[in-house]
């Protein structure tokens, strides 16, 4: 059959060669190691012998022709093709060499090996199995895996360091928010966890907006990666997804909320009470406003702002409900700081609207709006969760009528806003109407209030609240 | 348990084995008459004899060399380089054929060797009598690297490297050799090659060091205490193989490291630490990785203020450790 | 040279007998034709390298009838492939490695020539000149330690290596413990390009022996049958306690240093071609047939036998499998490669 001849590397760093001379002519027979071309390259001249045995029945390159290595030099038919079956057994080395040293007679030496003399430790012989290379295993190689980062990309401050950007991310935190107690005001790590335990609702947390659905909706829609908590493996039980039977692994902020409920309840004597509000005038001049104010503002206006509008008023005129109880004494805050509770998909946190007595109505909604949209994408700092006095929780909007919540964060008190029922009432002049009726309860800390000043607190918010109507300013 | 200094821990070991095993023998350069210029092996020659006390000619690299070909034979030998800064002329051997012997026969021949050295500063020893050479040999693969530097873990890994199958290039910091006392256990013990030991928890920092510098870490460590700082000091004990996992588990918890060794910075192991560190717990570390290290000039000189610039002051140490626990 | 031609019909063999000569002869023929086939296999483009020994066969044929198998150990240098033939490697073996098998002992690690075989007692080498010297004297260190009487240790270097540091401690070290070593020196009178006047300034190699304390001896390299004798007599003074030998033979390179070299650069053609008119193979093959002690159809007979051990071994070797990608990493330690834990 034809064999075609290449171009051979002779040498190491050799590309090409030139073919300098043919040593036989087409129709010539040659035998296999008989020189039949001498070949020059920028190295070396030799002769190169053929690899079979046959007639010459092509040359492709002339003489004189410089070829790349590899390249198709010449044809040969080679005659009787001599094939060589791959062994049937593939002796390893020591099998080699005993076989053909009896195979070979030879008159050197006493023919012997060199385990007769060795006493003592032998050294591992290769062998036994074929074309598996002899000695000791070792392991694949390890390329070193890369320890896991999150991936998610993050536009982070200069100078802040790996684990602090990892923690920030963990606990939702804005690291730009944070104080720093490191160098220069580096934020540590340290800082990020400390910033991580301020603040969770001690209440059953839920969506802010009255409109219920709606902001439901948007609540279990899913965080985006960077800023959730990371998702649990599917399979495996998580808050967001218990399975039946299975032990779901607290996370970090579940261990806190746990942490800071057992210990408000355990502090504060929790003593409750509740009033009855008429919110229909509210909730009329709300439906006229509602949608030129989201046009304007691009924010939702919910029945929310106008509640703590009057909320803190009702904190102005009675400031014990603003103040928090410590050995010293009891503690009147001069700033009003309202909390909102928010609850998200894994955790409850307590955004707080700074000095909100000085914000009306709408200075309210656009703030709440703000933190509720930072929530969202989890940018909240340590200080949109710090420094709260007084916390306002919307357990309405899941349907409850009525709630005892817990004080959050050693304060004198949290209130609720209960759900909005259309009921049949009698009015002042003893006929019937139909009004939107809403519950307001309150969790107090006894040890501050007494049931007197926050009857007159809840008394207080729900005059306010009956006495607003369309055409007020927000 | 008795207590002794590094140089009786390595006499002791040394005198075990030449007791316990045939095939060991000790060779170098003074090593029988004078017994050893630190008195290492003092009185071996009297008790084991001039074929296993070998005084050798003045020439390195047929130290290593001679002592290869007897490890390929069979036989345990235990080679001495007189000091550190000698071993240049037997670089040839020990990195381009012991430490490929197993390599290059795919396992038909190997080499039990041990090579014994004095390194390290500190001792008014100047040019030739001072240096460290880790750096130039733990980067190649076939060798292992030892540099303990109390007497318990002399023992333990002296021992274990006689008995280990392949090269072993054992650093001894001769500063260290009567100035650190320590409990040895009695009888025979191994330590596992290639793990390091914490030789001070701490939640802080972790300073990871090896040889003189350890002691130095450790006293810096104690004074920082009382002023509320808690430095973790990992002695690394073996310098190849490294011990990873100690390394990782210990800046996992402080997320702030620190790198001491008398060595030059330059390449020097430090390097090799701050490359794995920063590949596999980038996302641990609250603090840059930080090298105090030797500085990058070819020896300390003999006079004091030479000397003293080079090596690394337990007052830098502790400045050191402080900025990294404060940043 | 002129010595054996005119002993034409009367053999000094020196204590050897027929059996022994022919197999002298048939390792200079199977030498040559192993030497070749490496060469042929390169031409072809299926070897990258290939280095040759020719001109050195006698010296090597008569080296090797001194070395006991089984109980002398052979620290051989890259051009000592009839050496190591003569004392028990096999065709196969080097093969092998010319192809970089899996099934070389090296694991087709090493340069052709650069073998390693512990039953044989073939010490494995590096490429670095003279590095093996220490290990050699190691060796015969521990047979004296052991008191393993009647074992030596055969080292081979070319003339270049004496130049080595390594090869001078060696033979201090062996001489200063009269350690059982024979130094054996292949003087062809080039390290590559460089010739033997500027390697050293004597003539000789084994005049240095004295400055060791140790005896040397100078063989002419052509004739094997000189060679045994002295090297026979060398390595017994080393195995009966007499220390160590410095024997230099004086042979022939008459190819270029390797397959990566072309020494017309600095040699001369015609110099080459007068000496190959004293190549030592067809030389000892015409002193048998003179003496009687081999006939025509003998001599051809080996010759056939030669090539047809060659070629199987060739097409054995071939058909082996490569070593895979994996095992690159194994036999770096006794344990795990990597230098993390």
Not at chain 2, 300 to 313: H, V
Request: aromatic share 6%; hydrophobic share 40%; with cysteine.
């Amino acid at each position: 059959m034809p064999t075609t001849i290449t171009m051979p590397q002779l040498g190491e760093t050799v590309t090409e060669g030139t073919v300098a001379q043919w040593l036989k002519k087409v129709g010539d027979t040659v035998e296999k190691y008989e020189p039949f071309v001498e070949v020059s390259t920028d190295k070396v001249n030799a002769e190169v012998p053929s690899p079979v045995s046959g007639t010459i029945r092509e040359f492709i390159v002339k003489e004189g022709e410089t070829v790349p290595t590899g390249a198709p030099i010449a044809i040969i038919d080679e005659i009787g093709a001599a094939s060589v079956a791959a062994p049937a057994h593939t002796p390893s080395p020591s099998e080699q060499v005993a076989d053909h040293a009896r195979a070979v007679p030879s008159s050197y030496g006493a023919g012997g090996s060199m385990e007769a003399i060795r006493q003592g430790a032998s050294e591992p012989v290769p062998g036994g199995n074929v074309g598996v290379p002899p000695a000791s295993s070792n392991g694949s190689p390890s390329n070193g895996a890369y320890a896991n980062g999150n991936g998610a990309a993050v536009t982070i401050p200069r100078g802040v360091s790996p684990a602090v950007r990892r923690l920030a991310r963990e606990h939702n935190i804005d690291v730009t928010r944070v104080r720093g107690t490191g160098n220069n005001g580096r934020v540590t790590a340290n800082d990020i966890v400390a910033a991580s335990t301020a603040g969770p609702s001690a209440a059953a947390a839920v969506a802010i907006s009255s409109d219920n659905a709606e902001y439901v909706a948007r609540q279990s829609a899913p965080q985006t990666p960077a800023s959730a908590p990371r998702p649990a493996p599917s399979g495996k039980a998580s808050y967001a997804n218990p399975i039946l039977g299975e032990t779901i692994p607290l996370t970090q902020a579940r261990k806190i909320i746990a942490q800071r409920m057992v210990e408000s309840k355990h502090t504060a004597p929790h003593a409750w009470t509740m009033i009855e509000c008429d919110v229909t005038n509210v909730w009329k001049w709300r439906a006229k406003e509602k949608d030129a104010f989201e046009r304007d503002y691009g924010v939702k206006l919910t029945l929310l702002p106008f509640f703590i509008r009057a909320v803190v008023e009702s904190l102005g005129k009675f400031p014990l409900m603003n103040s928090r109880f410590t050995d010293e004494g009891i503690l009147v805050n001069k700033d009003v700081n309202v909390g909102i509770a928010i609850g998200l998909e894994t955790n409850l946190i307590v955004p707080v609207i700074r000095h909100a007595d000085t914000l009306s109505i709408k200075g309210i909604a656009l703030a709440a709006g703000a933190l509720i949209e930072k929530a969202r994408r989890g940018k909240l700092g340590a200080d949109d969760l710090s420094a709260g006095t007084f916390t306002v929780n919307n357990t309405g909007a899941n349907g409850s009528l009525m709630s005892a919540p817990i004080i959050n964060g050693g304060q004198a008190g949290i209130i609720t806003m209960e759900t909005i029922v259309k009921r049949p009432v009698v009015t002042a002049d003893d006929s019937f109407a139909i009004r939107s009726m809403m519950n307001i309860c309150l969790s107090l800390d006894h040890r501050v209030v007494d049931g007197f000043v926050a009857s007159g607190f809840l008394n207080d918010i729900r005059k306010r609240l009956e006495s607003m109507t369309i055409g007020g300013s927000l | 348990m008795a207590v002794m200094n590094n140089v009786d821990a390595v006499r002791e070991t040394l005198h075990d084995a030449l007791v316990n095993d045939d095939r060991t023998l000790i060779m170098g350069e003074d090593v029988g008459a004078r017994g050893n210029v630190f008195l290492i092996t003092k009185g071996f020659l009297e008790e084991f004899g001039p074929e296993r006390i070998i005084d050798t000619p003045l020439a390195e690299a047929s130290i290593v060399g001679v002592a290869i070909g007897m490890a390929m034979e069979g036989l345990r030998p235990i080679a001495e380089i007189q000091f550190a800064d000698f071993i240049y002329p037997a670089f040839n051997q020990i990195v381009g054929e012991a430490a490929k012997t197993r390599y290059r026969s795919n396992g038909d021949y190997t080499c039990p060797l041990v090579i014994r050295t004095p390194y390290g500063g500190g001792v008014r020893g100047a040019l030739s009598h001072s240096v460290s050479i880790e750096a130039l040999f733990y980067h190649v693969p076939g060798l292992k690297i030892l540099a303990p530097s109390t007497p318990a873990d002399i023992k333990g890994l002296l021992t274990a490297a006689i008995e280990d199958p392949d090269p072993v290039l054992f650093l001894e910091h001769k500063k260290t050799y009567r100035s650190v006392k320590g409990e040895v256990p009695e009888g025979h013990y191994t330590i596992p090659i290639g793990k390091a030991d914490i030789k001070k928890p701490g939640t802080h920092a972790t300073v990871v060091s090896y040889g003189y510098n350890v002691h130095q870490a450790l006293d810096a460590a104690q004074r920082l205490e009382k002023d509320g700082y808690s430095i973790e000091v990992i002695d690394l004990r073996s310098i190849r193989p490294m011990d990873k996992t100690t390394i990782l588990a210990s800046v996992g918890k402080t997320r702030k490291l620190l790198i001491i060794h008398e060595d030059n910075k330059f390449g020097g192991v430090g390097a090799e630490i701050s490359a794995m560190v920063a590949e596999e717990a980038f996302f641990d570390l609250d603090a840059p990785i930080r090298r105090l290290c030797g500085p990058d000039v070819p020896a300390m000189g003999y006079a004091l203020p030479l000397e003293e610039e080079f090596m690394i002051s337990t007052d830098r140490m502790m400045r050191a450790m402080r900025e990294l626990a404060e940043f | 040279m002129a010595k054996a031609m005119a002993q034409a019909g009367k053999l000094d063999r020196r204590g050897l007998t027929d059996e022994q000569l022919v197999a002298m002869l048939r390792n200079m023929l199977l030498q040559r034709q192993l030497d070749n086939r490496g060469f042929q296999l390169n031409r072809q483009g299926k070897i990258p390298f290939a280095l040759g020994s020719e001109g050195h066969e006698a010296a090597q044929a008569g080296a090797a009838m001194a070395f006991v198998r089984g109980k002398d150990v052979l620290a051989p240098y890259y051009r000592d492939l009839g050496l190591v033939l003569g004392c028990g490697f096999t065709p196969l073996e080097m093969l092998n490695s010319m192809f970089a098998r899996a099934t070389d002992r090296s694991g087709g690690r090493q340069f052709p020539n650069h073998y390693t075989n512990k039953e044989m007692g073939l010490l494995s080498i590096s490429s670095i000149i003279a590095a093996h010297c220490p290990h050699a004297v190691g060796v015969a260190y521990a047979f004296k330690y052991r008191k393993e009487a009647g074992r030596a240790v055969l080292c081979c270097t070319g003339e270049g290596a004496t130049s080595e540091g390594e090869w001078h401690e060696s033979l201090n070290f062996a001489a200063v413990h009269k350690l059982p070593v024979v130094f054996f020196v292949e003087n062809n009178n080039y390290a590559i390009s460089t010739p033997s006047t500027m390697q050293m300034n004597v003539e000789h190699v084994s005049d240095k022996a004295s400055g060791y304390g140790m005896p040397g001896a100078l063989v002419d390299g052509f004739d094997p049958i000189a060679t045994y004798a002295a090297m026979k007599e060398a390595m017994d003074r080393a195995r009966s306690g007499g220390g160590p030998t410095l024997v230099e033979a004086m042979v022939y390179r008459y190819l270029s240093h390797s397959t990566d070299d072309d020494d017309r650069t600095y040699r001369d053609r015609v110099a080459i071609e007068e000496a190959r008119k004293n190549d030592p193979v067809p030389m000892f093959e015409r002193r048998l047939l003179d003496a009687g002690v081999v006939d025509e159809a003998r001599v051809k007979a080996l010759k056939a036998d030669v090539l047809r051990e060659t070629n199987e071994a060739t097409d054995t070797a071939e058909a082996f499998p490569l070593p895979q990608a994996a095992d690159l990493y194994k036999n770096v330690y006794e344990g795990a490669f990597e230098p993390w834990q």
